[in-house]
């Protein structure tokens, strides 16, 4: 069962849904975008998965899905909010995990991004630029995190800072987290 529907994927669905949804995330932080290739191959491997799923996950539910994925966040992309890689990633997944499932990924995605820009915003002032300072001269580096590299100068003129692939992503874990919640 999803989170907010009484509709649970299957289990190769949410596979899939993963492995483009983390793929996508990967992509976006260290490379500002969403490589059509990959969202290509996740759009062949749905419809293959689809074409020979039994009952009631066939085609029509993966195509529904990957239609409520598109017009969930195309109007953002439309308002100048996101970039088409993003809209392209929301579809994809989608057609794996069908349009109940694909609302919720969608809800949470939004909350999760809504978080994300209040930290942004909160960051741009003194208090918050002062506690950016301390976080970024702690020793991180001894951790070895990945850091995020400079925006490419091709996209100064981007839609926004926050990768939304990675919130998608991250919306696409808690999702399917919530699903094998009892």
Known sequence: MSFFS?????????????????FAAWHDWFQWRI???????????????AAFAPGSHGMAHALAGGLVGFALIWPFYWLGGMAAGDVKLLATLGLFAGPAAVIDIALISFFIGGL???VVL???????????????????????FPQRAAQPAAYARSRGAIPYGVVIGLGVVVSMGLTWLP
């Open 122 to 144: 909160l960051s741009q002032t003194t208090t918050g630029t002062l506690i950016v300072t301390c976080i970024k001269s702690m020793p991180w580096h001894a951790l070895n």
């Open 35 to 49: 490589p059509n290739r990959l969202l290509a191959a996740g759009c062949a491997a749905a419809l293959m998965l």
């Open 6 to 22: 009484e509709y649970a994927p299957p289990s190769h669905a949410i596979a899939g849904l993963l492995i483009v949804a983390i």
């Open 116 to 118: 994300w820009s209040v």
